[in-house]
């Protein structure tokens, strides 16, 4: 993986890095949308994985008059600020999951990173029992990073109960990460919310995002985070307001 920083003073070391899984509704993608806009946090890095995810290019999707480009992977964040959050907008490409996954363990590993979370979406009928409550899932591989105790979330069951396949097993995107960074030793947590097919995913954002800010904690305010929702929502018909 290729990175290039837009500052010679930019570090991620030590820090919490969230980022998206690919899933239903692109709804990773969009919690973690509004995590970057809200926090007002700025690109500090691009990268690129040109074997592994596609390559895409854009006008900038938080600065509604900013001349600056978007590209397919970019990291976010701040001097003040605890997390770094990598933002994919390009696609996976077939087949490549788990080198991917791969890649993307090592650079945390190598950006010296300190706890991944990582958000994502699962189908409701996967959910199992536990998609009997509207709360979202978490599967851990070093539960006491987190403070998933502290929350009333259910563990995802280890087997997809359509399936009968242990999710360890599958290359969807955030299993196939968890297997990577617990064969190098990263502390991660997935955070998977059970939606719908189809519809608005906008709400089920706000509720993973808001899942992610209890979790991280700083610098937001629990559940009671007031989401904005950025410039680049309008184009799929979505007006510039607060969640």
């Known amino acids: 993986m290729e990175i290039k920083y ?16 690919e899933g239903i509704g692109n709804v990773g993608q969009l919690a973690v949308d509004l995590i970057i806009h ?13 074997h592994n995810v596609l390559p895409c290019v854009g006008s900038d999707p938080y600065g509604a008059l900013s001349s600056t480009a978007s590209f397919e992977l970019q990291l976010y964040g701040k ?9 994919q907008r390009g696609c996976t490409a077939i087949g490549r999951q788990s080198k ?21 979406s699962i189908r ?15 599967k851990c591989s070093c539960p006491e990073a987190f403070n998933v105790e502290a929350m009333s979330w259910h563990e995802l069951e280890d087997k997809d109960p359509l399936t009968g396949l242990r999710y360890v097993d599958q290359h969807l995107s955030p299993f196939a990460f968890l297997r990577a960074a617990q064969a190098r030793g990263l502390q991660v947590c997935l955070v998977l919310l059970p939606v719908g097919d189809e519809g ?24 009671q985070t007031t989401w904005v929702a950025p410039p680049s929502w309008i184009v799929f018909g979505q007006q510039r307001v607060a969640y």
Not at 202 to 218: G, I, P
Request: aromatic residues 8%; negative net charge.
């Open 200 to 223: 608005d995913n906008t709400q089920d954002a706000k509720v993973l995002a808001s899942a992610a800010a209890q979790l991280l904690a700083y610098p937001y305010q629990g559940s």
């Open 79 to 87: 001097p003040d600020y605890d997390n770094a959050v990598l933002q």
């Open 124 to 138: 409701a009928a996967e959910g199992g029992k536990s998609f009997q409550h509207p709360a979202p899932l978490f």
């Open 38 to 50: 809200t926090a007002s946090l700025d690109c500090i890095a691009s990268l690129r994985d040109p």
């Open 100 to 120: 991917y996954a791969e890649s993307l363990a090592d650079f945390v590993l190598e950006s010296g990173l300190d706890k991944v979370m990582m958000l994502g």
């Open 6 to 21: 837009e500052s010679c003073s930019a570090s991620v070391h030590s820090k919490t890095l969230v980022l998206p899984a």
